[in-house]
């Protein structure tokens, strides 16, 4: 027995390494294990998000953003003759903001006093942790609590085994470095969608397959519909009903098969990023006596504090049931490091908010509609669109709107749901308004800034009762 810790926490994406520098904070003599190293051997923090996931997608689609808004500069009066995109520029710097990123989660656990025990973590009866270094070393270390932050790994499919520079996961599908003339994408979900554009606005064909009939079933109709009709404009050729059967790889092309309402039918493309969504990484993570146990999906089985089946140890973000979002991963970590200590810490799993970062971004927050009515609640809605806001306008991006969805009976905000180019900042209006059990009378009495884009969430919620100001809405009350 190597040492012994108040909290061993098995994973330092943004479940894990949030949730050691919160234990640490507590008090809490801390540790976190790591099994990622890069090919210096020295390790890697951060996990999918910071690495692989949030942060570099992000880095590309503003890269990308910004290209084509300089591209269309003509709008504004500004002459920018031919613009260019340097791609391996363009990823050099996404790396360098990865690089900032995961190089502070190191600076932070030297601050707040967290050990991290490079290698796998295995957590083994009793709430022991079993450590392999890369260099084959091993250890055990005693933990009065394990938290268990694994994360997840993306699922490949048989038609279309991964290929080195072909035929791409998220990892691979950050790393292109030229622009594609013709790219496939699997999978029309969140990935899918904002890998998609990035290549789209920079002129690469893209040819989304995704195999339900149904458009984003997660978001609320209006925004799924707004959305389709955006993203056809936008060039981006998104096939529903159409299930990838196969591929093969001639040279540099690759020859996708799916099959559709019509049978079966073939592209060709020259990468094809596979996006058909993540499962739990769990494997070599418990011994059989560890007395932790998986649900029927491979998820970590825990209840709503994140407790597993043995006691002192509690699991975390994306290896549990839950939205597989990273802010979701943290905020388990502060509650169950908040538990840890003896705190009162619970979470409001109604009120995570969703992003799609295209452009315009799509985010909502709280039920869609469809789920309300189903549930046979009375609601009342109030829409309104950017193409009526002076700050949109001014910014020229008008597309989309702000949806606000409340209870007919006591007005209480029950779902947020938007399509626009900074809706990824506006849903956080929502998001409070709805932790803080907010009316849409509560919003529209507040005063909000002139001329803002934000003035959309006022008259949205305005709208739920017919008064909005600055569109024709008949009033109801
Ligand atoms: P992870 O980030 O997966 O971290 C788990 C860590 O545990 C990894 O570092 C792994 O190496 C380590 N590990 C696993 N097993 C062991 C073991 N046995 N021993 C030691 N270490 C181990 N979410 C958002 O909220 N916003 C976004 O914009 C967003 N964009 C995304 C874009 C892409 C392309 C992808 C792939 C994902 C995106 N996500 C986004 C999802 C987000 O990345 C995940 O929800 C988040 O990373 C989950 O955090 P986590 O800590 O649970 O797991
Ligand atoms: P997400 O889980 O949000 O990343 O979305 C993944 C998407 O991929 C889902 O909408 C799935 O329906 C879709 N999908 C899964 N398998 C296939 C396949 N073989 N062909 C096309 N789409 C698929």
Redesign the pocket.
């Known amino acids: 027995m190597s040492d012994k810790f108040d909290v061993i926490v098995i994973g330092a994406g943004p479940g894990g390494y949030v949730a050691a520098i919160r234990a640490a904070q507590l008090g809490l003599k801390t540790a976190c294990v790591e099994k990622w190293v890069d090919d210096k051997g020295a390790p890697v923090l951060g996990g999918t998000c910071l690495n692989v996931g949030c942060i570099p997608s992000k880095a590309l689609l503003e890269s990308t953003h910004q290209f084509h808004k300089t591209q269309h500069a003509d709008v504004h009066g500004i002459q920018t003759g031919d613009v260019t995109m340097d791609v391996k520029k363009m990823v050099a710097r996404k790396d360098k903001i990865v690089g900032n990123l995961t190089g502070g989660i190191t600076g932070l656990f030297k601050a707040n006093g967290v050990t991290l025990l490079q290698g796998m973590g295995k957590l083994l009866a009793n709430k022991q942790v079993q450590v392999t270094a890369a260099d084959g070393t091993v250890s055990v270390y005693a933990a009065e609590n394990v938290i268990l932050a694994s994360g997840s790994v993306p699922?490949e499919?048989p038609?279309?085994p991964l290929t080195e520079g072909l035929i791409l996961d998220n990892a691979g599908a950050l790393n292109i470095d030229e622009t594609p003339k013709r790219l496939g994408v699997?999978?029309?979900?969140?990935?899918?969608l904002e890998m998609g554009s990035v290549w789209a606005r920079l002129g690469t064909e893209v040819t989304v397959?995704?195999?339900?009939d149904e458009f984003l079933?997660?978001a609320d109709a209006d925004v799924a519909k707004e959305a389709a009709k955006i993203f056809k404009k936008q060039k981006l050729d998104i096939k529903l009903g159409?299930?990838?059967?196969g591929t093969e790889i001639n040279g540099k092309e690759i020859t996708l098969k799916?099959t559709d309402a019509e049978g079966a039918k073939e592209l060709v493309v020259d990468k094809l990023i596979v996006?058909?969504?993540?499962r739990p990484q769990t494997q070599g993570l418990l011994s059989d006596d560890s007395g932790v146990k998986l649900d029927e999906r491979g998820f970590i089985f825990v209840d709503g504090q994140c407790r597993t089946e043995a006691p002192g140890v509690y699991a975390i973000g994306d290896s549990v049931r839950g939205p597989?979002l990273a802010h979701k991963a943290s905020e388990e970590g502060i509650m169950v490091a908040d538990i840890i200590a003896g705190h009162h810490a619970q979470m409001n799993y109604d009120v995570i908010p969703s992003i799609i970062y295209t452009h315009p971004e799509l985010a909502w927050v709280g039920k869609t509609e469809k789920e309300l009515k189903a549930e046979g609640v009375a609601i009342k809605v109030g829409k309104f669109p950017f193409a009526a806001s002076g700050r949109a306008m001014a910014a020229d991006d008008t597309d989309g709107f702000v949806k606000m969805i409340a209870d007919e009976a006591t007005d209480r905000i029950l779902g947020v749901h938007m399509v626009g180019g900074i809706a990824s900042e506006l849903i956080a209006q929502a998001a409070i308004a709805m932790e803080f059990g907010s009316t849409a009378e509560d919003l529209q009495l507040t005063v909000f800034a002139h001329p803002t884009v934000s003035e959309a969430v006022h008259e949205a919620a305005l709208a739920v009762d017919g008064h909005a100001i600055h569109m024709a809405n008949r009033k109801k009350r």
Do not use: H, Q
């Open positions: 699922v499919i038609p279309a699997i999978g029309a979900g969140v990935i899918g397959l995704e195999a339900m079933a997660m159409a299930r990838c059967t799916y996006a058909v969504g993540r597989m």
